[in-house]
């Protein structure tokens, strides 16, 4: 008799949860309800262009960068957060060396808002990866040679992702090149 009555219970609570957790149904619609003929407006202001996206990709050591720059308001994200807010100064000084080299460079980066993506590696490798990464998506941006050639002649490492890469350790000692110490005595 006891179970009977939980199962009753549980039957009643069963019941109550399907009633308050129905998902609400949107209103019908009449039969005979008719769409208006009149055409949309246009709004006024509102430009139909497509946004201008470019997407670049710089690497040093085992950091990986991802460049995305659209039109904008001149803002950079790196990782989700504002570059102003980011420690140490320098290594954003670094990320930002691209941006600051020539009155182009300004004002592309000023009309539009660069989201960069980082991971993999240490905090200077990633500052490195995202100073190629956005150096590349400018240079891509920038109509004509110009841009790229200022880059190449100013630091060739903007433009130019780093291809070197860690030695991998040998089994005759405790590094990649040396050796251990060898004792007569």
Known sequence: MIVMAEENKNVNLDKE????????????KRAG???????KKKAVGKSTTKKKLVMAKGKRKEAIARATLVQGSGRVLI?????????????????????????????IAS??????????????????????????????????????????????TILVDDYRRVEPKKFLGPKARAKFQKSYR
Do not use: W
């Open 17 to 28: 949860l399907e009633t308050l957790y129905q998902p609400k149904q949107a209103p019908q």
């Open 33 to 39: 309800a008719r769409k208006s003929a009149a055409p």
């Open 79 to 107: 990782n989700g957060s504002d570059i102003k807010f980011m420690r140490p100064e320098f290594l954003r000084e670094l990320i930002m060396e691209p941006i600051k080299i020539s009155e182009k460079a300004m004002e």
């Open 111 to 156: 009309g539009s808002d660069i989201s960069i993506n980082v991971y993999g590696g240490g905090r200077s490798g990633q500052a490195q990866a995202a100073r190629s990464a956005i150096g590349k998506a400018l240079a891509e941006a920038a109509s004509g040679d110009s841009l790229r050639k200022l880059y190449m002649d100013y630091d060739r």
